[in-house]
């Protein structure tokens, strides 16, 4: 278990709605990082965050978005689903610039989004 | 913008034999190099990393060199067991922004029994 939690584990929705994944990161992390991983894909960045600040963007569509709140969680709202967008969305969270820690990055269970 | 490039896209081996898989990146200040391995249907999960002042770092049955001059890195992994069955990323982080890195299309590794 690396501490950090997603939920919900999986969603099932239609095409043009709009969804919102939750993303809880470990205890005193403050970043908080947004990933795509379609069938057979790799990881795709999507958008960072840090204490509360956009941080770092990717290759995020603009039907998506992301916001960090005081308490430190995040969330990703997307919007007018397609059938593309069904994919495994992974957040991770890391500290910052802290020991043997440095950089890395914990990933939580990831949210599969099922788009019908 | 900054790239990582990963080869092979798959692999397969024997049990007991050795793989590399091998990166490069294109950001020369990137200074932290992570692997991270994800079984079916798991979260990816670090491995090992390295950073910039060392050359190789090594870890039971799992190694990995550095060269920046040239710009790539490499995992070996050795004596592979069918638990090594998984996707292999690695990742450089971007330059000065030192809390992001930029992960590398996967390795899928298959160990043979």
């Known amino acids: 278990d690396s501490g950090v939690t997603q939920t919900p584990k999986h969603l099932i929705t239609a095409t043009g709605q709009r969804v919102t994944l939750r993303c809880s990161p470990r205890?005193?992390?403050?970043?908080v990082y947004w990933y795509q991983q379609s069938l057979d894909q790799g990881l795709q960045f999507l958008i960072q965050y840090y204490n509360g600040e956009e941080r770092a963007k990717g290759n995020i569509l603009e039907r998506f978005s992301a916001q960090q709140f005081p308490d430190l969680h995040s969330e990703l709202n997307l919007s007018s689903l397609e059938l593309g967008d069904s994919a495994l969305y992974f957040c991770?969270?890391?500290?910052?610039?802290?020991?043997?820690?440095?950089?890395?990055?914990?990933f939580g269970p990831g949210t599969r989004l099922t788009v019908l | 913008g900054e790239n990582v490039e990963q080869h092979p896209s798959t692999l397969s081996v024997q049990e007991g034999d050795s793989a590399v898989i091998k990166c490069t990146y294109s950001?020369?200040?990137?200074?932290?190099f992570p692997w991270y391995k994800q079984e079916l249907g798991k979260r990816p999960q670090l491995i090992i990393d390295?950073?910039?002042?060392?050359g190789e770092k090594k870890d039971q049955r799992i190694a990995v060199t550095l060269n920046k001059t040239a710009k790539h890195f490499s995992l070996h992994i050795t004596e592979t067991q069918p638990e090594d069955s998984a996707v292999y990323f690695c990742?450089?982080?971007?330059?000065?922004?030192?809390?992001?890195?930029?992960f590398g299309p996967g390795t899928s590794l298959s160990v043979i029994p």
């Open positions: 205890s005193g992390d403050l970043s």
């Open positions: 991770a969270s890391s500290p910052r610039g802290s020991g043997a820690h440095y950089n890395e990055q914990f």
């Open positions: 990742a450089a982080s971007l330059g000065t922004s030192y809390d992001k890195v930029i």
């Open positions: 390295i950073r910039s002042n060392v």
């Open positions: 950001d020369s200040a990137s200074n932290y």
